[in-house]
């Protein structure tokens, strides 16, 4: 009863206040709301007209601005308003971000909504990093909307970055792709700009973007005629269209008097303000995905992200080859090839796999056998992405994902819509909820910017909408690559993610560059290229050079294809807008670290405080060389042991950068003699220790197999404390068998080492086990196999990570997890149900299983093809992702995707 007495007492009192508010606002009143750190306040006036301003600390930033709409009806929302009605409160939202740059985090304002007379209201929020508003409406009948009414007004001659349409005739009618014009307000050109928009207001830059666009046109922005502002346009909603024959792209040929007609009980975009006191909060600010509508399509866990060979930057451009390459089966599947062998997760077949003149989508072009591609792409551990236009797919919208989905097409890359006015923005819904339903992702491209549907449609992984790497295949040096390059990470990347396509491996200078449409170049150094894939947030990357390019750049693959596209956290740790930028980011237990720099050379120093205290890391760096600045393509690469009071100097060519990975060193102790009081066998005579397991060994063994064991076991570890902490109670631990000793030797073995035939099966047939036969909290391994020597048996695997693996499994996870068991057979009996690892040790029992899949997802089997009975070729982690994927995120719970570094070569 007390509790009940006390909600009713809330909402009473919450009733009463706004009851008060609404009398005292009939006649037209001013409202104030603060951001949660009071440092931002926003100040709503109503009556004649309904406006705002916002106020930074003591500046305006933004002067009184109008806003409203108006209907066809004669209705003009933001016109003699009454507020019937006010509410207040504080939203502390926690959000879940897959795929996003952090993989959660916390939204936190102050809102307030006012209910207008005549069934609307406007809601603003005040967060610390921004304002934002909505209007809503909440009749019954539908509602077509003549104009909306969005002022953004300035009390000095600001300098703004307007990117402009690129289409004069028709200019709602573009590819959303520019350099930004840095201009003062006052000299904007006579175009509509499309979001974002930034605006220096000095102390602080206010950027201009929207969220939850539905249903509704996006916003263009346009100069004030009179005074220091920009207002608010929108495309008018289509009445008729026709197709671009070449590829059945539709487009608009008229249009109404109006810009939206729709349901009259709903919400409409949020017009965000997102306001930054450094550069550096900037492409962090998460405004737009925070206000978007939560996730409607539930479980995420089946969408893929990762890196895509691609085909079309480089035109099919293959050399030294033995077939003509095109369109067609052995162009594919040496894109399928590569792809394998350097454990890229996708191709995409681009423009021309089906016939684009004829709008068809459900029929492929007589040179590609898609089924066979797929199947080929799935014995390799590659997954296709198909690429089509808007309103093709559109148009066969089920037939096309039934038909795809269930080939084993894991998305489709959808191109061309060219236009965002309201049923434009319909049609990406459309194709956001069919293409969930059959589990399949979506990068866009040729679209508007990004407005949250990510967060609404996570199976939309990435979108175009910026001036990227294609555009150096036909551009002019005077749209200036390496500017853009530091300039659209502060404002584009705050909308969402990028698919700037980069990958370049033939690079140039200012002086030397070159627009080649079928062997492009990029703009900048080797290093610049490299320094994106950190610095763009970007789920689904492309690697855009040819294949045969890539050949002889082994090095700088092999980092790329390390760096992970989905992180837990980024943050700017120094940069400037227009100058440079450098990006950190962390994933699991490691961290990246990009940055990049305009056409100036210059110098950085890079502190590492960061950093947890007592780590310490090895770096791999990539920096331009000493020549760079005549030839771009010159880079060097250093390794470094880095921790938290690290500090290093590292030089930016002109248009130059720098790519570092950073990777956890374990906490190990020293190889010392055996410590008084541990019950081991007098055969041992060597022994360190990790966090409480140990590795021991006779004085036979080297001190750097010991070193190394102990390394692995770490690693394997270091995801689940309570796993480590239950084998640490049990005695874990593991034995390290001598080159030059056979396994009999170890006397845990010497109950099935008992006669001469026995001795002879054994040291035969094992240089290790996990579990058994010696006891069931131990693992055994060959030095032989840890430091990868000549005399190896097991040559492209690592043994000790198969049988550790055995002890996490039977001791470690089941000793906290007492279901884990059941969890594990069910996979293993789903997996020979569906014909997965046939021929090979995995499928001999559930343990086998597990262990063999342990070390494909550290990157550490051997290779078969065919499977031999033992192995296949599914012996790394991305090949794991795409062909055993319920097995892969079972895995995913208890291990870092990290890469261990161990001796031993494994094929590719």
Not at 11 to 38: H, M, Q, W
Not at 410 to 429: H, I, N, P, S
């Amino acid at each position: 009863m007390k509790n009940n007495l006390s909600f009713k007492l809330v909402v009473i009192s919450l009733f009463l206040y706004c009851g008060n508010n609404s009398i005292e606002a009939a006649t037209g009143k001013k409202y104030a709301l603060a951001s949660p750190d009071r440092k931002l306040k926003v100040e709503i006036s109503t009556g004649d007209k309904l406006s705002y301003q916002v106020m930074h600390e003591k500046d305006t930033i933004l002067s009184l601005s109008n806003i409203g709409l108006v209907l066809t009806d004669g209705t003009e929302i933001g016109n003699n308003s009454q507020v019937t009605g006010i509410k207040r409160k504080k939203i502390r939202d926690n959000v879940e971000s897959p795929f996003y740059r952090f993989k959660e985090f916390v939204a936190t304002c102050n809102e307030l909504d006012l209910k207008l007379k005549g069934g609307f209201g406007v809601t603003f929020r005040a967060y610390d990093d921004g304002v934002a508003y909505r209007f809503y409406t909440t009749r019954t009948a539908d509602v077509t909307i003549k104009d909306e009414i969005a002022d953004f007004n300035f009390n000095q001659d600001y300098t703004a970055y307007l990117p402009y349409t690129t289409n004069d005739k028709k200019p709602m009618a573009m590819a959303f792709q520019n350099i930004y014009d840095v201009t003062p307000l006052s000299k904007a050109q006579p175009k509509v700009a499309f979001l974002p928009v930034t605006v220096d207001c000095g102390k602080t830059k206010l950027t201009l973007l929207e969220s939850d666009l539905e249903a509704y046109p996006g916003m263009f922005v346009e100069s004030q005629k009179d005074g220091y502002g920009l207002k608010g346009v929108f495309a008018p909603y289509p009445t008729q269209t026709d197709f671009y024959p070449w590829r059945m792209q539709e487009y608009v040929t008229e249009t109404s008097d109006f810009i939206a007609r729709s349901s009259g009980a709903r919400t409409y975009p949020w017009r965000v303000l997102a306001v930054t006191e450094k550069d550096t909060d900037m492409p962090v600010n998460n405004l737009v995905y925070a206000l978007a509508s939560p996730n409607r399509i539930g479980d995420t866990s089946w969408i893929k992200t990762g890196k895509v060979a691609w085909d079309w930057w480089n035109d099919w451009n293959l050399k030294g080859v033995p077939f003509k390459a095109g369109i067609n089966m052995d162009t594919y599947k040496y894109y399928i090839d590569f792809a394998s062998r350097n454990d890229i997760e996708f191709i995409v077949l681009d423009e021309g796999w089906y016939n684009p003149k004829s709008g068809d989508m459900l029929i492929v072009v007589p040179e590609l056998n898609l089924p066979e591609l797929i199947a080929y792409g799935k014995q390799k551990g590659v997954d296709i992405i198909l690429w089509t236009v808007f309103n093709v797919l559109d148009k066969q919208l089920e037939a096309a994902c039934k038909k795809y989905s269930g080939m084993g097409i894991k998305g489709f890359k959808v191109d061309f819509l060219d236009r965002d006015d309201q049923t434009a923005v319909e049609m990406v819904y459309r194709i956001a909820d069919a293409t969930a339903k059959h589990k399949l992702t979506l990068d866009l491209h040729g679209i508007y910017k990004p407005t949250g549907i990510n967060r609404t449609y996570p199976n939309i992984i990435n979108f175009e909408s910026l001036f990227g790497m294609e555009e150096v295949k036909w551009t002019d040096i005077k749209n200036n690559m390496p500017l853009y390059n530091v300039t659209f990470p502060y404002i584009r990347m705050m909308a969402g993610p990028v698919d700037y396509t980069p990958g370049a491996m033939r690079n140039a200078t200012k002086a030397d560059w070159r627009a080649v449409y079928y062997s492009p170049m990029s703009m900048g150094t080797r290093c610049h290229q490299l320094a994106t894939y950190i610095v763009h947030d970007s789920p689904l990357t492309m690697l855009c050079d040819a294949p045969t390019n890539y050949l002889n750049e082994q090095e700088c693959v092999d980092f790329i294809t390390s760096i992970p596209v989905e992180t837990d956290s980024t943050f700017i740790a120094a940069g400037k807008m227009g100058e440079y930028i450098v990006s950190v980011r962390k994933k699991d237990v490691n961290w990246y670290i990009g940055g990049m720099t305009n056409w100036d050379e210059r110098d950085i120093e890079f502190a590492f405080s960061f950093l947890p205290s007592n780590v310490r890391y090895t770096a791999t760096l990539f920096a331009d060389g000493i020549n760079a600045n005549k030839q771009a393509e010159d880079y060097r690469t250093e390794k470094l042991i880095i921790d938290k009071n690290s500090r290093i100097k590292i030089h930016l060519a002109s248009g130059g950068g720098f790519a570092m990975k950073l990777e956890w060193c374990p906490v190990r102790g020293e190889v010392t003699s055996i410590p008084e009081g541990k019950n081991i066998p007098s055969f041992y005579k060597k022994y360190i220790e990790t966090e409480g397991l140990y590795v021991t060994s006779s004085e036979r063994v080297s001190d750097e197999a010991l070193l190394k064991a102990c390394d692995i076991i770490s690693l394997m570890l270091s995801k689940r404390p309570d796993v480590k902490a239950h084998m640490v109670k049990k005695g874990c631990h593991v034995m390290v068998i001598g080159k030059d000793e056979e396994t009999c030797d170890l006397p845990e073995f010497a109950h099935i080492c008992n006669s001469p035939d026995s001795i002879a099966y054994w040291n035969w047939r094992a240089r290790g086990f996990g579990g058994a036969p010696e006891d069931e909290f131990s693992a055994s391994c060959g030095e032989e196999n840890l430091l990868a020597l000549s005399q190896d048996k097991y040559t492209g695997e690592n043994i000790l990570i198969h049988e550790f693996a055995h002890l996490i499994h039977m001791v470690g996870i089941a000793g906290v997890e007492p279901d884990f068991n059941d969890r594990l057979e069910a996979l293993w009996k789903s997996a020979g149900e569906k014909g997965l690892w046939a021929g090979t040790y995995a499928l001999s029992n559930k343990e086998e299983y597990f262990a063999e899949c342990v070390q494909s997802f550290f990157n550490c089997n051997r290779y078969a093809d065919p499977a031999n009975g033992i192995h296949n070729s599914m012996n790394r982690r991305v090949k794991l992702k795409a062909y055993d994927s319920e097995m892969y995120k079972l895995l995913k719970e208890y291990f870092y995707e990290i890469e261990i570094p161990i001796n031993n070569k494994i094929h590719k």
